[in-house]
Structures are given as C-alpha cells and as structure tokens.
C-alpha cells in the first residue's frame, strides 16, 4: 500500500529542510536558489528515511531530489558502496554521476564511479576495489560485475531506480530484477518513472516497503510554452521514393522553422544516418548521436552540441535519454513516437525554463491515429500550415555556420588545469577575447574543451597557441 504526501505541510526553502552545513554550501555554490516542487515533496521523506515511487518529468528537479540525502546519509570514512542508482543509458548515468559530484563538493573524501559500457570492465573493478561511495550504473554492466563478484552490494542503505520505465522498455527488467535480488533487504529504495503502468506497480509491490507515492501534475502544463507545428509528407511523382519524400519535406521544415539549437528525433537509427548524409550534402553542421558510439565518441558530440558548435543533433530516443541541454530552440520529430507519452518526453526538451520552444512534427499518410493519440493526451491542437518553399531544393547559408566553435586543449585535470585558467588566459592582454565570446569550457582527465563565438574561434586559437596556460605551454586544435 502507497502513502501519499500531505500538501499542507511542506517546506518552501531548502533551510527549511534541516540539511547539513556542507550541503547548504553545495547547494549555493550551484546557484539554486528556491526547491522545485518534486524536491519539495521528496527530499524531506526521503531524509526521514522513507521508499519513495514517484512520476516526475524531465528537468523537474528529480536528480537533486534524490542526490541530496544521500549524500547526508553516506558514513564517508568507510569508504564503502552505501548508494546505488541505476540508470537505463550511459549518458544518464554520467549526468548523474555529474550532478552528484557538484552537490558533493563539500563532502571532503566523497568518491562516486559509473559503471557503464563503452569502458573496459577491468578498470572499473579496480575502481570498486579501492572502494566508492556511490555506483552509477547501467543495468547490463552492473549484472556483469555482480557474475563477476567484482562488487560488494551488501553495505547499501540507499537505491534508486531512475527512468525506470525506459529501463523496462529497453528490454532490461531480467537485469534488474537480478540485481535488486542481489541487494540487502534491509534498504532505502526510489523508483522513479515518467509513467505508472502495471509493469512499474509490481516493481514497487515487490522491492518497496510502504512507499510513498509523487505525481508532478505539470508535465503537460509546461508543453504552453511550445508552439507544436504539424506538416504532412507531401507525395512526390513516384509514391516509392518515400523517403525522399520525407527528407525534402524535412527540408523545407528547416527553411521554415530555421532556429539555433535543434534535435531531430527518429525511432530507428537507420534513418539517422540517412539524414545525416542529407544535412552533410547541405554543408549543415550536425551530428548523430546513437548507441553505436564509443563512449568517448558520445561524449564529445554531447559537449559539442552543448556548448554550440554543432547545429542539429539527430537521435533515437534511446541514444538522447538523460540529454541535459540548457536551451535547445527547436525539436523535430522525423517519425512519430511508438507511443503519445514519448512525443510529450520528445518536446519537452525545448520550452524549458521559461523559455518559448517550437516542436515540429512530420506525418507520413495514413498515421492520423498517432495525431488523434497526442493531442487527445496533450489536450492541444497541433498548428496545420502550408510549408511554402515547394520548389526548394537543398539548404541556405545560415545554416552551415555554427554559433559556435570548439578548441582542443592537450592539458586537463591531471595537468591541474581548471576553467578559470583557460579563461583568464583567453581574456588577458593583449589581444584579449571578450568573455562574452567565450562559451562552455569542459575539463576532461587529460584534455579540455572550449568553445568560442565562430568569428572570434581564429583569434582564441592564436592566442592560445601563442601564449601560456598556468605557465604552461599546450597545444591547441581546432575540433569542431
């Protein structure tokens, strides 16, 4: 039986939820200034010591819900895996792993690891031997380890399944239900998921006791500030060459709807790199983003549609689960989503912190239904308009140039370089770069990047190579 929050009496700030000194710091540091509502309702209970079941959306605030207390329930000086979160993608798990790492920055000794693939498992099991505090994990990896014995699972007191509808739809509920028989009875667990199907209730029933169940009721209240468009493929003279048909019909979207930021969705990775082929014919700065990357591959096409110097990213749903983008202007759906929620998980990623967002979808004839499925869910009417632009063929300029550009840099972590260098180095004289030309800057292990305003990327890379980081010469490639 599920318990439900008492409205009433709740918190408003984050002093009101008798967190530790260092957590307060932690979370100052990151600029929060007001809880939203899902850490309002769950971070209190879950510092009580309560199992939570909660169905929040993306950017909703679940991750910071979660991390939290966690971090003030770990014993640090016993350097024991006590927190567990499992995550369907690799990207997830490294936004998390991100995430706790910001928050925890003021826990002196606090070590957390990914267990994910793309990375070599020995390297990971000598991670776990010398002992973290949280785990990170996809659930194929995870089971690995645990065949392996390369993990001790018995010292949990905190787990936490995320997204775990997407973990059942990926096909990995065999794997879970493994490692949640392989962990101590006496526990803490979160579920969280984006949809309460019987699949999710009879994970809860089996692995929870008592839980207390969130619903966010906004998820669609944040799609007012999206316009959705809806543009049907226009038939060519030969009904067999469908898929021209719909990539020229792709074509003229983009002429209409021409924006910075843009993800195309497509439900088979087959279709990305057809796309990609098109966009690349057009000279368009793009790339795809699909399970068949190395990890390392997929974490620089990230970095660089995030910090602006790719223009459109083309992905499966897969691929972009856990995809944490500040502002992204434009999402188009090149194939209609499976399922009506997916569409809403779709364009929720545009028209996200006040912001105004477009979402275009593309419609093949005969898939009425589908339509019919999401708007009687969104409870919107898509906008139908002509798309003009009928005799268009290929793309403008405006979109072969990137916002921005990004530079290698041969030196990172391991060589103490921190972002305030690379800044300071960029921004001192003479020669100076504006700090308003200077974008994200990420520190890797044993590189970094940096992403300048594609008319000042030249001159930054000038300075750079011609001048000294920490009194240190690098050397400095232009990568994107």
Same mark, same amino acid.
């Given at each position: 039986?599920?318990?439900?929050?008492?409205?009433?009496?709740?918190?408003?700030?984050?002093?009101?939820?008798?967190?530790?000194?260092?957590?307060?710091?932690?979370?100052?540091?990151?600029?929060?200034?007001?809880?939203?509502?899902?850490?309002?309702?769950?971070?209190?209970?879950?510092?009580?010591?309560?199992?939570?079941?909660?169905?929040?959306?993306?950017?909703?605030?679940?991750?910071?819900?979660?991390?939290?207390?966690?971090?003030?329930?770990?014993?640090?000086?016993?350097?024991?895996?006590?927190?567990?979160?499992?995550?369907?993608?690799?990207?997830? /798990?490294?936004?998390?792993?991100?995430?706790?790492?910001?928050?925890?920055?003021?826990?002196?000794?606090?070590?957390?690891?990914?267990?994910?693939?793309?990375?070599?498992?020995?390297?990971?099991?000598?991670?776990?031997?010398?002992?973290?505090?949280?785990?990170?994990?996809?659930?194929?990896?995870?089971?690995?380890?645990?065949?392996?014995?390369?993990?001790?699972?018995?010292?949990?007191?905190?787990?936490?399944?995320?997204?775990?509808?997407?973990?059942?739809?990926?096909?990995?509920?065999?794997?879970?239900?493994?490692?949640?028989?392989?962990?101590?009875?006496?526990?803490?667990?979160?579920?969280?998921?984006?949809?309460?199907?019987?699949?999710?209730?009879?994970?809860?029933?089996?692995?929870?006791?008592?839980?207390?169940?969130?619903?966010?009721?906004?998820?669609?209240?944040?799609?007012?500030?999206?316009?959705?468009?809806?543009?049907?493929?226009?038939?060519?003279?030969?009904?067999?060459?469908?898929?021209?048909?719909?990539?020229?019909?792709?074509?003229?979207?983009?002429?209409?709807?021409?924006?910075?930021?843009?993800?195309?969705? /497509?439900?088979?990775?087959?279709?990305?790199?057809?796309?990609?082929?098109?966009?690349?014919?057009?000279?368009?700065?793009?790339?795809?983003?699909?399970?068949?990357?190395?990890?390392?591959?997929?974490?620089?096409?990230?970095?660089?549609?995030?910090?602006?110097?790719?223009?459109?990213?083309?992905?499966?749903?897969?691929?972009?689960?856990?995809?944490?983008?500040?502002?992204?202007?434009?999402?188009?759906?090149?194939?209609?989503?499976?399922?009506?929620?997916?569409?809403?998980?779709?364009?929720?990623?545009?028209?996200?912190?006040?912001?105004?967002?477009?979402?275009?979808?593309?419609?093949?004839?005969?898939?009425?239904?589908?339509?019919?499925?999401?708007?009687?869910?969104?409870?919107?009417?898509?906008?139908?308009?002509?798309?003009?632009?009928?005799?268009?063929?290929?793309?403008?300029?405006?979109?072969?140039?990137?916002?921005?550009?990004?530079?290698?840099?041969?030196?990172?972590?391991?060589?103490?370089?921190?972002?305030?260098?690379?800044?300071?180095?960029?921004?001192?004289?003479?020669?100076?770069?504006?700090?308003?030309?200077?974008?994200?800057?990420?520190?890797?292990?044993?590189?970094?990047?940096?992403?300048?305003?594609?008319?000042?990327?030249?001159?930054?890379?000038?300075?750079?190579?011609?001048?000294?980081?920490?009194?240190?010469?690098?050397?400095?490639?232009?990568?994107?």
């Amino acid at each position: 039986m599920s318990e439900t929050v008492n409205e009433n009496n709740l918190p408003t700030s984050f002093s009101d939820f008798a967190l530790s000194a260092r957590a307060i710091k932690g979370i100052t540091a990151l600029g929060y200034k007001e809880p939203t509502s899902i850490q309002i309702k769950a971070t209190p209970a879950l510092l009580k010591g309560l199992d939570i079941i909660g169905q929040s959306p993306t950017g909703s605030g679940k991750t910071v819900a979660f991390i939290l207390p966690l971090l003030e329930k770990l014993n640090l000086e016993n350097c024991v895996n006590q927190g567990l979160i499992l995550c369907p993608t690799r990207e997830l /798990c490294l936004q998390v792993v991100s995430e706790i790492k910001k928050l925890g920055r003021f826990y002196e000794g606090l070590q957390v690891t990914a267990l994910i693939g793309g990375v070599p498992g020995r390297e990971q099991a000598k991670v776990l031997e010398k002992g973290v505090h949280i785990v990170v994990a996809t659930p194929g990896r995870l089971a690995d380890h645990i065949d392996r014995h390369q993990i001790n699972l018995q010292p949990l007191i905190y787990v936490v399944l995320d997204e775990a509808d997407k973990m059942l739809e990926m096909g990995f509920e065999k794997e879970v239900q493994y490692i949640m028989r392989s962990l101590p009875k006496k526990r803490q667990t979160l579920l969280f998921s984006a949809t309460f199907q019987d699949n999710i209730q009879s994970l809860s029933q089996r692995y929870q006791n008592n839980p207390l169940h969130l619903k966010e009721e906004d998820t669609l209240s944040k799609l007012l500030s999206i316009k959705e468009y809806l543009y049907e493929v226009e038939m060519g003279k030969n009904p067999s060459d469908a898929l021209q048909n719909k990539i020229n019909t792709l074509s003229r979207v983009l002429h209409k709807h021409s924006k910075g930021t843009t993800i195309i969705f /497509c439900n088979q990775k087959l279709m990305l790199a057809e796309i990609h082929k098109f966009l690349n014919k057009n000279d368009v700065n793009s790339a795809i983003l699909s399970g068949d990357l190395e990890q390392r591959d997929r974490e620089r096409v990230i970095t660089f549609f995030r910090n602006g110097s790719i223009r459109i990213l083309i992905a499966t749903d897969v691929a972009a689960r856990g995809l944490d983008i500040e502002h992204i202007e434009l999402v188009i759906n090149f194939d209609l989503p499976p399922q009506a929620e997916t569409y809403v998980h779709r364009i929720g990623r545009t028209g996200r912190a006040g912001r105004e967002g477009v979402a275009v979808s593309i419609m093949n004839p005969g898939e009425d239904i589908k339509i019919i499925g999401i708007e009687k869910l969104t409870g919107r009417t898509m906008i139908r308009e002509s798309l003009g632009f009928k005799n268009q063929h290929g793309l403008n300029s405006s979109f072969q140039v990137a916002k921005m550009q990004t530079l290698h840099i041969s030196g990172g972590k391991k060589d103490k370089l921190r972002a305030a260098d690379i800044l300071g180095s960029l921004t001192a004289q003479p020669d100076a770069i504006e700090a308003a030309e200077i974008g994200k800057i990420d520190i890797q292990d044993h590189y970094s990047f940096v992403a300048i305003t594609s008319g000042q990327a030249e001159r930054a890379f000038n300075k750079l190579r011609n001048s000294r980081i920490k009194g240190r010469k690098f050397s400095i490639k232009t990568v994107k």
